[in-house]
Protein backbone atom coordinates (compact mmCIF):
# COMPACT_ATOMS: atom_id res chain seq x y z
CA UNK A 1 0.00 0.00 0.00
CA UNK A 2 1.16 3.86 -0.70
CA UNK A 3 0.23 6.79 1.45
CA UNK A 4 -1.92 7.74 -0.92
CA UNK A 5 -4.84 4.76 -0.79
CA UNK A 6 -7.50 6.30 -0.05
CA UNK A 7 -8.87 4.93 3.01
CA UNK A 8 -12.25 2.94 3.46
CA UNK A 9 -15.63 4.33 4.00
CA UNK A 10 -17.26 3.74 7.11
CA UNK A 11 -20.60 2.74 7.26
CA UNK A 12 -23.21 5.01 7.01
CA UNK A 13 -26.82 4.63 7.29
CA UNK A 14 -29.02 1.79 6.22
CA UNK A 15 -28.81 -0.70 3.29
CA UNK A 16 -30.93 1.67 1.39
CA UNK A 17 -28.71 4.73 1.76
CA UNK A 18 -25.52 2.65 0.97
CA UNK A 19 -26.74 1.49 -2.29
CA UNK A 20 -27.77 5.16 -3.16
CA UNK A 21 -24.11 5.98 -1.68
CA UNK A 22 -22.90 3.74 -4.37
CA UNK A 23 -24.76 4.88 -7.24
CA UNK A 24 -23.84 8.49 -6.91
CA UNK A 25 -20.07 9.54 -8.74
CA UNK A 26 -17.34 9.69 -6.39
CA UNK A 27 -15.43 12.06 -4.39
CA UNK A 28 -11.82 12.18 -5.94
CA UNK A 29 -10.59 11.45 -2.89
CA UNK A 30 -12.68 8.21 -2.16
CA UNK A 31 -11.95 6.94 -6.17
CA UNK A 32 -9.98 3.45 -5.73
CA UNK A 33 -7.82 4.95 -8.99
CA UNK A 34 -6.41 7.84 -9.65
CA UNK A 35 -3.73 9.90 -11.76
CA UNK A 36 -0.44 9.98 -10.13
CA UNK A 37 -0.79 6.82 -8.11
CA UNK A 38 2.49 5.67 -7.10
CA UNK A 39 4.30 2.43 -8.14
CA UNK A 40 7.70 1.04 -7.65
CA UNK A 41 6.71 -2.60 -6.58
CA UNK A 42 8.44 -4.44 -9.14
CA UNK A 43 12.26 -3.71 -10.20
CA UNK A 44 13.95 -5.82 -12.91
CA UNK A 45 16.99 -3.84 -12.29
CA UNK A 46 19.31 -4.14 -9.19
CA UNK A 47 20.99 -1.54 -7.26
CA UNK A 48 24.44 -2.59 -8.96
CA UNK A 49 22.42 -2.81 -12.43
CA UNK A 50 22.09 0.66 -11.99
CA UNK A 51 25.52 1.70 -10.83
CA UNK A 52 26.61 -0.37 -14.02
CA UNK A 53 24.28 1.34 -16.49
CA UNK A 54 25.16 4.67 -15.06
CA UNK A 55 28.84 4.17 -15.44
CA UNK A 56 28.37 2.96 -19.17
CA UNK A 57 26.63 5.80 -19.75
CA UNK A 58 29.30 8.18 -18.27
CA UNK A 59 31.44 6.55 -20.11
CA UNK A 60 29.92 6.82 -23.27
CA UNK A 61 29.50 10.27 -23.16
CA UNK A 62 33.07 11.07 -22.40
CA UNK A 63 34.29 8.90 -24.76
CA UNK A 64 31.80 8.42 -27.88
CA UNK A 65 30.24 11.46 -27.21
CA UNK A 66 27.31 13.25 -29.95
CA UNK A 67 27.79 14.44 -33.28
CA UNK A 68 25.77 16.70 -35.58
CA UNK A 69 24.86 19.50 -32.45
CA UNK A 70 23.66 22.88 -34.77
CA UNK A 71 25.71 25.77 -34.26
CA UNK A 72 23.92 27.04 -31.32
CA UNK A 73 23.70 24.02 -29.42
CA UNK A 74 27.34 23.52 -29.78
CA UNK A 75 27.94 26.98 -28.14
CA UNK A 76 25.40 26.45 -25.59
CA UNK A 77 26.70 23.03 -24.17
CA UNK A 78 30.67 24.09 -24.99
CA UNK A 79 29.67 27.26 -22.79
CA UNK A 80 28.50 24.57 -20.16
CA UNK A 81 31.66 23.06 -19.99
CA UNK A 82 31.15 19.80 -22.46
CA UNK A 83 34.46 19.39 -25.16
CA UNK A 84 34.14 19.92 -28.78
CA UNK A 85 36.39 17.58 -30.71
CA UNK A 86 38.22 17.52 -33.98
CA UNK A 87 36.21 15.15 -35.09
CA UNK A 88 33.02 17.09 -34.96
CA UNK A 89 31.80 15.23 -31.66
CA UNK A 90 30.56 16.75 -28.44
CA UNK A 91 32.34 15.35 -25.30
CA UNK A 92 30.75 15.43 -21.60
CA UNK A 93 32.88 15.38 -18.99
CA UNK A 94 31.52 13.68 -15.37
CA UNK A 95 31.73 16.51 -13.36
CA UNK A 96 29.62 18.19 -16.12
CA UNK A 97 26.41 16.08 -15.84
CA UNK A 98 26.78 16.00 -11.92
CA UNK A 99 26.43 19.91 -12.50
CA UNK A 100 23.60 19.60 -14.51
CA UNK A 101 21.67 16.86 -12.57
CA UNK A 102 21.71 18.99 -9.73
CA UNK A 103 20.59 22.06 -11.79
CA UNK A 104 17.74 20.07 -13.30
CA UNK A 105 14.33 20.17 -12.01
CA UNK A 106 13.21 16.93 -10.48
CA UNK A 107 9.48 17.40 -10.10
CA UNK A 108 7.22 19.40 -12.25
CA UNK A 109 3.78 19.79 -13.36
CA UNK A 110 2.02 19.12 -16.70
CA UNK A 111 -0.90 21.74 -16.96
CA UNK A 112 -4.29 20.57 -18.35
CA UNK A 113 -6.34 23.12 -20.03
CA UNK A 114 -8.49 22.38 -16.76
CA UNK A 115 -6.22 22.69 -13.66
CA UNK A 116 -8.09 19.22 -12.52
CA UNK A 117 -6.43 17.33 -15.28
CA UNK A 118 -2.91 18.99 -14.14
CA UNK A 119 -0.42 15.97 -13.68
CA UNK A 120 2.01 16.24 -11.27
CA UNK A 121 5.38 13.97 -12.29
CA UNK A 122 7.30 13.33 -9.45
CA UNK A 123 9.16 10.37 -7.69
CA UNK A 124 7.00 6.96 -9.19
CA UNK A 125 3.55 8.54 -9.77
CA UNK A 126 2.14 6.97 -13.02
CA UNK A 127 0.34 8.50 -15.44
CA UNK A 128 -0.93 7.08 -18.86
CA UNK A 129 -1.60 8.13 -22.09
CA UNK A 130 -1.49 8.16 -25.97
CA UNK A 131 1.36 9.19 -28.04
CA UNK A 132 2.83 8.38 -31.77
CA UNK A 133 2.62 9.06 -35.26
CA UNK A 134 0.52 6.52 -36.74
CA UNK A 135 -0.10 7.19 -40.42
CA UNK A 136 -3.19 4.96 -40.57
CA UNK A 137 -6.48 4.54 -38.75
CA UNK A 138 -7.93 1.12 -37.94
CA UNK A 139 -11.47 0.28 -39.28
CA UNK A 140 -12.50 -2.73 -37.02
CA UNK A 141 -15.84 -2.64 -38.95
CA UNK A 142 -14.23 -3.44 -42.15
CA UNK A 143 -10.89 -4.80 -40.50
CA UNK A 144 -8.89 -2.63 -42.73
CA UNK A 145 -6.36 -0.01 -42.74
CA UNK A 146 -6.75 3.93 -44.31
CA UNK A 147 -5.02 6.99 -44.09
CA UNK A 148 -5.41 8.76 -40.69
CA UNK A 149 -6.73 12.43 -40.90
CA UNK A 150 -6.79 15.57 -39.09
CA UNK A 151 -10.90 14.60 -38.26
CA UNK A 152 -9.28 11.47 -36.50
CA UNK A 153 -7.08 13.51 -34.17
CA UNK A 154 -9.55 15.64 -33.02
CA UNK A 155 -12.24 12.25 -32.39
CA UNK A 156 -9.43 10.91 -30.51
CA UNK A 157 -8.91 13.52 -28.04
CA UNK A 158 -12.60 13.78 -27.67
CA UNK A 159 -12.99 10.41 -26.94
CA UNK A 160 -10.15 11.34 -23.96
CA UNK A 161 -11.87 13.68 -22.52
CA UNK A 162 -14.26 11.21 -21.57
CA UNK A 163 -11.83 8.31 -20.07
CA UNK A 164 -10.74 8.54 -16.60
CA UNK A 165 -7.45 5.93 -16.83
CA UNK A 166 -6.36 7.92 -19.89
CA UNK A 167 -4.61 10.87 -18.42
CA UNK A 168 -3.18 12.70 -20.98
CA UNK A 169 -3.28 13.22 -25.04
CA UNK A 170 0.17 13.05 -27.00
CA UNK A 171 -0.51 13.26 -30.58
CA UNK A 172 -1.04 9.55 -31.80
CA UNK A 173 -1.37 9.89 -35.43
CA UNK A 174 -0.19 11.98 -38.26
CA UNK A 175 -2.95 14.11 -39.94
CA UNK A 176 -2.38 12.59 -43.41
CA UNK A 177 -4.85 14.67 -44.92
CA UNK A 178 -2.72 17.84 -44.64
CA UNK A 179 -0.30 18.24 -47.17
CA UNK A 180 1.42 21.53 -45.92
CA UNK A 181 3.84 20.51 -42.87
CA UNK A 182 2.98 24.17 -41.28
CA UNK A 183 -1.14 23.51 -41.59
CA UNK A 184 -0.37 19.71 -40.51
CA UNK A 185 1.82 21.13 -37.32
CA UNK A 186 -1.05 23.61 -36.46
CA UNK A 187 -3.75 22.28 -36.75
CA UNK A 188 -2.92 19.30 -35.08
CA UNK A 189 -2.68 21.48 -31.82
CA UNK A 190 -5.79 23.00 -32.89
CA UNK A 191 -7.86 19.44 -33.16
CA UNK A 192 -5.72 18.24 -29.59
CA UNK A 193 -6.55 21.20 -27.14
CA UNK A 194 -10.01 21.72 -28.81
CA UNK A 195 -11.12 18.08 -28.20
CA UNK A 196 -9.48 17.50 -24.46
CA UNK A 197 -8.66 19.73 -21.75
CA UNK A 198 -6.08 16.85 -20.58
CA UNK A 199 -2.42 17.94 -21.01
CA UNK A 200 -1.61 17.21 -24.66
CA UNK A 201 2.27 16.88 -26.74
CA UNK A 202 2.93 17.44 -30.08
CA UNK A 203 5.90 17.80 -32.04
CA UNK A 204 7.10 20.32 -34.87
CA UNK A 205 8.25 19.37 -38.07
CA UNK A 206 10.79 22.25 -39.17
CA UNK A 207 12.08 25.52 -36.52
CA UNK A 208 10.52 28.12 -38.36
CA UNK A 209 6.66 26.65 -37.61
CA UNK A 210 7.19 27.11 -33.73
CA UNK A 211 6.86 31.15 -33.81
CA UNK A 212 2.79 30.50 -35.39
CA UNK A 213 2.46 27.38 -32.66
CA UNK A 214 2.86 29.88 -29.96
CA UNK A 215 0.62 32.49 -31.55
CA UNK A 216 -1.91 30.18 -31.74
CA UNK A 217 -1.41 28.77 -28.13
CA UNK A 218 -1.30 32.35 -27.10
CA UNK A 219 -4.58 33.23 -28.69
CA UNK A 220 -6.31 29.43 -27.17
CA UNK A 221 -4.61 30.19 -23.75
CA UNK A 222 -6.37 34.25 -23.85
CA UNK A 223 -2.80 35.80 -23.96
CA UNK A 224 1.00 34.81 -23.75
CA UNK A 225 0.96 35.40 -19.87
CA UNK A 226 -2.08 33.20 -19.35
CA UNK A 227 -0.04 31.05 -21.02
CA UNK A 228 3.32 31.13 -19.82
CA UNK A 229 1.33 30.55 -16.13
CA UNK A 230 0.35 27.61 -17.28
CA UNK A 231 1.14 25.82 -20.48
CA UNK A 232 -0.90 23.22 -21.69
CA UNK A 233 1.10 21.84 -24.31
CA UNK A 234 4.17 20.25 -24.27
CA UNK A 235 6.86 19.62 -26.89
CA UNK A 236 7.67 16.00 -27.61
CA UNK A 237 11.01 16.30 -28.89
CA UNK A 238 13.46 13.60 -30.96
CA UNK A 239 16.32 15.60 -30.37
CA UNK A 240 18.75 12.56 -31.01
CA UNK A 241 19.16 10.43 -34.06
CA UNK A 242 20.77 7.04 -32.58
CA UNK A 243 23.46 6.19 -32.15
CA UNK A 244 24.30 9.32 -30.27
CA UNK A 245 24.05 11.52 -33.16
CA UNK A 246 21.71 15.41 -32.47
CA UNK A 247 18.68 15.39 -34.74
CA UNK A 248 20.14 19.18 -35.83
CA UNK A 249 16.38 20.73 -36.55
CA UNK A 250 14.55 19.16 -33.37
CA UNK A 251 17.38 20.72 -31.20
CA UNK A 252 16.77 23.98 -33.13
CA UNK A 253 13.12 22.94 -32.05
CA UNK A 254 13.81 22.94 -28.66
CA UNK A 255 15.27 25.90 -28.55
CA UNK A 256 12.35 27.83 -29.32
CA UNK A 257 10.28 25.60 -27.51
CA UNK A 258 12.49 26.66 -24.28
CA UNK A 259 12.16 29.91 -25.20
CA UNK A 260 8.20 30.09 -25.31
CA UNK A 261 7.78 28.28 -22.22
CA UNK A 262 6.87 24.98 -23.44
CA UNK A 263 7.85 21.74 -21.34
CA UNK A 264 10.17 19.05 -23.06
CA UNK A 265 10.09 15.78 -23.73
CA UNK A 266 13.71 14.68 -24.62
CA UNK A 267 13.02 11.76 -26.20
CA UNK A 268 15.62 9.18 -27.03
CA UNK A 269 14.17 6.18 -29.57
CA UNK A 270 16.59 3.91 -30.74
CA UNK A 271 15.65 0.51 -31.54
CA UNK A 272 17.31 -2.76 -30.10
CA UNK A 273 19.34 -4.78 -32.12
CA UNK A 274 19.22 -1.80 -35.21
CA UNK A 275 19.74 1.90 -33.93
CA UNK A 276 21.17 0.62 -30.27
CA UNK A 277 22.72 -2.20 -28.85
CA UNK A 278 20.76 -5.57 -28.81
CA UNK A 279 21.21 -6.48 -25.25
CA UNK A 280 18.19 -4.84 -23.62
CA UNK A 281 21.01 -3.64 -20.92
CA UNK A 282 22.75 -2.12 -23.63
CA UNK A 283 19.75 -0.63 -25.29
CA UNK A 284 19.17 1.51 -22.17
CA UNK A 285 22.70 2.30 -22.16
CA UNK A 286 22.82 4.30 -24.73
CA UNK A 287 19.17 5.70 -24.35
CA UNK A 288 20.26 6.72 -20.93
CA UNK A 289 23.70 8.32 -22.50
CA UNK A 290 21.62 10.06 -24.91
CA UNK A 291 19.27 11.77 -22.80
CA UNK A 292 21.45 12.78 -20.07
CA UNK A 293 22.87 14.52 -23.03
CA UNK A 294 19.85 16.36 -23.90
CA UNK A 295 19.41 17.07 -19.75
CA UNK A 296 22.85 19.18 -20.21
CA UNK A 297 21.35 21.09 -23.62
CA UNK A 298 18.53 21.83 -21.76
CA UNK A 299 19.72 22.90 -18.74
CA UNK A 300 22.50 24.80 -20.02
CA UNK A 301 19.77 26.93 -22.06
CA UNK A 302 17.72 27.50 -18.54
CA UNK A 303 17.92 25.67 -14.83
CA UNK A 304 15.20 24.18 -14.19
CA UNK A 305 13.19 24.42 -17.01
CA UNK A 306 10.60 21.52 -16.94
CA UNK A 307 11.69 18.67 -18.71
CA UNK A 308 11.07 14.67 -19.00
CA UNK A 309 13.44 11.91 -19.45
CA UNK A 310 12.40 10.45 -22.66
CA UNK A 311 14.38 7.52 -22.82
CA UNK A 312 12.30 5.53 -25.12
CA UNK A 313 14.70 2.76 -26.98
CA UNK A 314 12.15 -0.15 -28.53
CA UNK A 315 13.08 -3.55 -29.36
CA UNK A 316 13.50 -5.25 -32.59
CA UNK A 317 12.30 -8.86 -33.59
CA UNK A 318 16.04 -10.20 -34.71
CA UNK A 319 14.44 -12.67 -36.87
CA UNK A 320 13.39 -9.46 -39.34
CA UNK A 321 14.59 -6.47 -38.07
CA UNK A 322 11.48 -5.27 -37.84
CA UNK A 323 9.70 -3.91 -34.07
CA UNK A 324 8.36 -5.65 -31.98
CA UNK A 325 6.69 -3.12 -29.32
CA UNK A 326 4.64 -5.29 -27.84
CA UNK A 327 7.07 -8.09 -26.84
CA UNK A 328 8.36 -9.07 -23.56
CA UNK A 329 11.62 -7.73 -24.33
CA UNK A 330 10.37 -4.29 -24.98
CA UNK A 331 7.91 -4.48 -21.49
CA UNK A 332 11.46 -5.06 -19.78
CA UNK A 333 13.33 -2.66 -21.51
CA UNK A 334 10.37 0.38 -20.55
CA UNK A 335 10.82 -1.15 -16.89
CA UNK A 336 14.43 -0.76 -16.44
CA UNK A 337 14.17 2.60 -18.28
CA UNK A 338 11.43 3.47 -15.62
CA UNK A 339 14.26 2.76 -12.90
CA UNK A 340 16.85 4.81 -14.43
CA UNK A 341 15.05 8.05 -14.51
CA UNK A 342 14.23 7.21 -10.38
CA UNK A 343 18.60 6.25 -10.10
CA UNK A 344 18.93 9.84 -11.24
CA UNK A 345 15.32 11.79 -9.52
CA UNK A 346 14.26 13.09 -12.76
CA UNK A 347 10.56 12.77 -14.11
CA UNK A 348 10.30 10.28 -16.73
CA UNK A 349 8.83 9.13 -19.74
CA UNK A 350 9.15 5.87 -21.86
CA UNK A 351 6.64 4.04 -24.21
CA UNK A 352 4.27 0.66 -23.30
CA UNK A 353 1.13 -0.82 -24.28
CA UNK A 354 1.92 -1.20 -28.24
CA UNK A 355 0.37 -3.72 -29.90
CA UNK A 356 2.27 -5.67 -32.56
CA UNK A 357 -1.26 -7.15 -33.67
CA UNK A 358 -3.28 -5.28 -36.23
CA UNK A 359 -6.51 -5.31 -35.00
CA UNK A 360 -8.22 -5.14 -31.32
CA UNK A 361 -7.91 -8.85 -30.09
CA UNK A 362 -6.45 -11.51 -27.82
CA UNK A 363 -2.63 -10.63 -29.27
CA UNK A 364 -3.39 -6.98 -28.69
CA UNK A 365 -5.18 -7.52 -25.13
CA UNK A 366 -1.83 -9.96 -24.19
CA UNK A 367 0.46 -7.08 -25.40
CA UNK A 368 -0.67 -4.20 -24.02
CA UNK A 369 -1.22 -5.13 -20.91
CA UNK A 370 1.60 -7.17 -20.29
CA UNK A 371 3.95 -3.35 -20.51
CA UNK A 372 1.62 -1.25 -18.89
CA UNK A 373 1.15 -3.59 -15.93
CA UNK A 374 4.93 -3.39 -15.76
CA UNK A 375 5.32 0.47 -16.83
CA UNK A 376 3.36 0.99 -14.06
CA UNK A 377 4.47 -1.49 -11.11
CA UNK A 378 7.74 0.22 -11.86
CA UNK A 379 6.75 4.09 -11.19
CA UNK A 380 6.87 5.13 -14.79
CA UNK A 381 5.84 8.70 -14.29
CA UNK A 382 4.66 9.04 -18.22
CA UNK A 383 3.41 5.98 -19.99
CA UNK A 384 3.67 7.07 -23.63
CA UNK A 385 1.50 5.06 -26.60
CA UNK A 386 -0.47 3.46 -23.87
CA UNK A 387 -3.58 2.64 -25.81
CA UNK A 388 -5.04 2.44 -29.34
CA UNK A 389 -1.77 1.64 -31.02
CA UNK A 390 -1.55 -1.44 -33.22
CA UNK A 391 0.91 -2.63 -35.84
CA UNK A 392 3.75 -1.57 -33.96
CA UNK A 393 2.80 2.31 -34.08
CA UNK A 394 1.55 2.08 -37.26
CA UNK A 395 -1.93 1.94 -36.90
CA UNK A 396 -4.25 3.89 -34.31
CA UNK A 397 -7.73 2.89 -33.36
CA UNK A 398 -10.30 4.26 -31.26
CA UNK A 399 -12.39 1.78 -30.44
CA UNK A 400 -8.74 -0.20 -28.87
CA UNK A 401 -8.47 3.15 -27.22
CA UNK A 402 -11.91 2.93 -25.61
CA UNK A 403 -11.05 -0.70 -24.72
CA UNK A 404 -7.84 0.46 -23.27
CA UNK A 405 -9.23 2.82 -20.80
CA UNK A 406 -10.79 -0.52 -19.34
CA UNK A 407 -7.21 -2.25 -19.54
CA UNK A 408 -5.31 1.13 -17.80
CA UNK A 409 -8.16 0.98 -15.09
CA UNK A 410 -6.70 -2.57 -14.15
CA UNK A 411 -3.43 -1.81 -14.54
CA UNK A 412 -3.70 1.11 -11.91
CA UNK A 413 -5.09 -0.93 -9.22
CA UNK A 414 -2.38 -3.50 -9.67
CA UNK A 415 -0.01 -0.26 -9.05
CA UNK A 416 -2.09 0.62 -5.90
CA UNK A 417 -1.32 -2.18 -4.54
CA UNK A 418 -3.05 -4.65 -1.59
CA UNK A 419 -3.75 -2.20 1.44
CA UNK A 420 -2.48 -3.69 4.53
CA UNK A 421 -3.72 -2.52 8.44
CA UNK A 422 -5.76 -3.39 10.97
CA UNK A 423 -8.97 -3.49 9.91
CA UNK A 424 -7.91 -5.57 6.54
CA UNK A 425 -6.04 -8.31 8.50
CA UNK A 426 -8.46 -8.23 11.49
CA UNK A 427 -10.48 -11.04 11.78
CA UNK A 428 -13.79 -9.15 13.14
CA UNK A 429 -15.50 -9.55 10.17
CA UNK A 430 -14.76 -13.18 9.89
CA UNK A 431 -15.95 -14.48 13.32
CA UNK A 432 -19.13 -12.50 12.93
CA UNK A 433 -19.44 -14.38 9.40
CA UNK A 434 -18.51 -17.85 10.70
CA UNK A 435 -19.63 -18.19 14.37
CA UNK A 436 -23.57 -17.97 14.35
CA UNK A 437 -23.42 -15.77 10.64
CA UNK A 438 -24.27 -16.22 7.51
CA UNK A 439 -21.56 -17.91 6.16
CA UNK A 440 -20.42 -15.95 3.52
CA UNK A 441 -19.94 -12.38 3.08
CA UNK A 442 -21.42 -10.65 0.49
CA UNK A 443 -23.67 -8.46 2.31
CA UNK A 444 -21.64 -7.26 5.37
CA UNK A 445 -20.75 -3.82 6.04
CA UNK A 446 -17.12 -4.58 5.13
CA UNK A 447 -17.71 -6.20 1.98
CA UNK A 448 -20.29 -3.29 1.03
CA UNK A 449 -18.45 -0.39 1.79
CA UNK A 450 -15.88 -1.82 -0.06
CA UNK A 451 -17.52 -2.24 -3.04
CA UNK A 452 -16.46 1.44 -5.02
CA UNK A 453 -13.44 2.59 -3.42
CA UNK A 454 -11.27 -0.75 -3.36
CA UNK A 455 -12.55 -2.52 -6.20
CA UNK A 456 -12.34 -0.97 -9.95
CA UNK A 457 -15.19 -2.19 -12.53
CA UNK A 458 -14.91 -2.40 -16.01
CA UNK A 459 -17.47 -0.03 -18.36
CA UNK A 460 -17.10 -2.51 -21.24
CA UNK A 461 -15.05 -5.72 -20.28
CA UNK A 462 -18.12 -8.44 -19.48
CA UNK A 463 -18.12 -10.58 -16.39
CA UNK A 464 -21.97 -12.16 -16.57
CA UNK A 465 -22.19 -15.84 -16.58
CA UNK A 466 -22.75 -17.91 -19.85
CA UNK A 467 -26.54 -17.66 -19.19
CA UNK A 468 -26.71 -14.18 -18.69
CA UNK A 469 -24.63 -13.13 -21.63
CA UNK A 470 -26.95 -15.46 -23.87
CA UNK A 471 -29.88 -14.06 -22.13
CA UNK A 472 -28.65 -10.15 -22.82
CA UNK A 473 -28.33 -10.99 -26.67
CA UNK A 474 -24.51 -12.56 -26.35
CA UNK A 475 -23.11 -8.96 -26.64
CA UNK A 476 -20.12 -8.63 -28.69
CA UNK A 477 -17.12 -6.59 -26.93
CA UNK A 478 -16.21 -4.68 -30.35
CA UNK A 479 -19.67 -3.99 -31.05
CA UNK A 480 -20.18 -2.22 -27.83
CA UNK A 481 -16.60 -0.32 -28.51
CA UNK A 482 -18.02 0.98 -31.51
CA UNK A 483 -21.11 2.27 -29.87
CA UNK A 484 -19.10 4.03 -27.08
CA UNK A 485 -17.13 5.45 -29.74
CA UNK A 486 -19.92 6.97 -31.65
CA UNK A 487 -21.79 8.53 -28.49
CA UNK A 488 -18.50 10.12 -27.13
CA UNK A 489 -17.77 11.63 -30.19
CA UNK A 490 -20.79 13.15 -30.43
CA UNK A 491 -21.00 14.21 -26.29
CA UNK A 492 -19.98 17.60 -25.91
CA UNK A 493 -16.66 18.86 -24.88
CA UNK A 494 -15.85 21.42 -22.40
CA UNK A 495 -12.69 22.27 -24.93
CA UNK A 496 -14.77 23.85 -27.23
CA UNK A 497 -13.20 27.30 -27.92
CA UNK A 498 -15.13 30.42 -27.35
CA UNK A 499 -16.83 31.07 -30.72
CA UNK A 500 -15.34 34.79 -31.32
CA UNK A 501 -11.65 33.39 -29.91
CA UNK A 502 -12.18 30.00 -32.75
CA UNK A 503 -13.18 33.04 -35.06
CA UNK A 504 -10.39 34.90 -34.40
CA UNK A 505 -8.06 31.79 -35.16
CA UNK A 506 -9.45 30.64 -38.31
CA UNK A 507 -9.43 33.98 -39.17
CA UNK A 508 -5.17 34.01 -38.81
CA UNK A 509 -4.63 30.25 -39.56
CA UNK A 510 -6.36 27.85 -42.23
CA UNK A 511 -8.09 25.34 -39.87
CA UNK A 512 -9.10 22.37 -41.78
CA UNK A 513 -11.76 21.12 -39.20
CA UNK A 514 -15.36 22.25 -40.07
Known amino acids: MTDETPRRAGRSGGRAARTAARSAPLSEALRPIRPGMQGGTYNPLSQLDMEKINEAALTALEEIGLADAPQSGINIMVGAGAIYGDDGRLRYPRALIEDMLAKANREITLFGRNPKHDLHLSKKKVHYGTAGAAVHMVDVESRSYRESTVRDLHNAARIVEHLDNIHFVQRPMVCRDILDNREMDLNTIYACTTGTEKHVGTSFTEPDFVDDAFELLHMIAGGEDKWRERPFVSNSNCFVVPPMKFATESCQVMEKCIAGGMPILLLSAGQAGATAPAPIAGAIVQAVAECLAGMVYVNAIKPGHPTIFGTWPFVSDLRTGAMSGGSGEQALLTAGCAQMHHYYGLPGGAAAGIADAKLPDMQAGWEQAMSNVMAGLTGLNMVYEAAGMHASLLGFCHESLILGDDLLGQAMRCVRGIEVNDDTVGIETMR ?83
Open 432 to 514: ATCLGGPGHYLGSDQTLSLMQTEYVYPVLADRSSPKEWQEKGRPDLIQNAIARKKALIAAPTPATLDAIVDAEIRKRFNIHLT
